[in-house]
T-cell receptor
């Protein structure tokens, strides 16, 4: 079985400050890793994913996440946040050999960017 | 291209009533999913389908039923609604098992009182 733990339920930051949202996972099999973002009153959207290869993956809007196999972590970072980054962020895993493509989500981290 | 659409957006049910949450996708995706989202709990998978006529249970299927008679539609049925089913419900779709992205609808907020 797999589980995902997001270590912070809420992260308030000021605009232009750096931010890190932490994600740890547990799995007895190899997994793919994902970050999804949910803007207020909307569904979830894929932000970035790690499948294989370079352990550092980037999104088009400046977020990056690093896969650390030894620490079973996939933390999300951004060097300078904008007001528009205010949203809830979900870390998720999917076993590589998984019928149905099922995702296991963490509890979510609410990022609040203040001016 | 509307993507994944869900109806209704909001609904209030009395205990014991039943209803169907509708989900439609126009992307010709084979895989479809129903999740519920509760505060501080993330998303939990209720049911999923890998194609028309094929459905399977997820993590929290009790109290729900699904059917998949067409590729486009994946309705979720609540029988005998209970307060524990108060939640936000999301439908998602994916082309097939080799696709790594799920596409989510806007959600249905359900309150059972």
């Amino acid at each position: 079985a797999q589980s995902v733990t997001q270590l912070d339920s809420q992260v308030p930051v000021f605009e232009e400050a750096p931010v890190e949202l932490r994600c740890n996972y547990s799995s007895s099999v190899s997994v793919y890793l994902f970050w999804y973002v949910q803007y207020p009153n909307q569904g979830l959207q894929l932000l970035l994913k790690y499948l294989s290869g370079s352990t550092l993956v980037e999104s088009i809007n400046g977020f990056e996440a690093e896969f650390n196999k030894s620490q079973t972590s996939f933390h999300l970072r951004k060097p300078s946040v904008h007001i528009s980054d205010t949203a809830e962020y979900f870390c998720a895993v999917r076993p590589i050999y998984n019928q149905g493509g099922k995702l296991i989500f963490g509890q979510g981290t609410e990022l609040s960017v203040k001016p | 291209n509307a993507g994944v659409t869900q109806t209704p957006k909001f609904r209030i049910l009395k205990i014991g009533q039943s209803m169907t949450l509708q989900c439609t996708q126009d992307m010709n995706h084979n895989y479809m999913y129903w999740y519920r989202q509760d505060p501080g709990m993330g998303l939990k998978l209720i049911y999923y389908s890998v194609g028309a006529g094929i459905t399977d249970k997820g993590e929290v299927p009790n109290g729900y039923n699904v059917s998949r008679s067409t590729t486009e539609d994946f309705p979720l049925r609540l029988e005998l609604a209970a307060p524990s089913q108060t939640s936000v419900y999301f439908c998602a779709s994916s082309p097939d098992k080799s696709s790594y992205e799920q596409y989510f609808g806007p959600g249905t907020r359900l309150t059972v009182t």
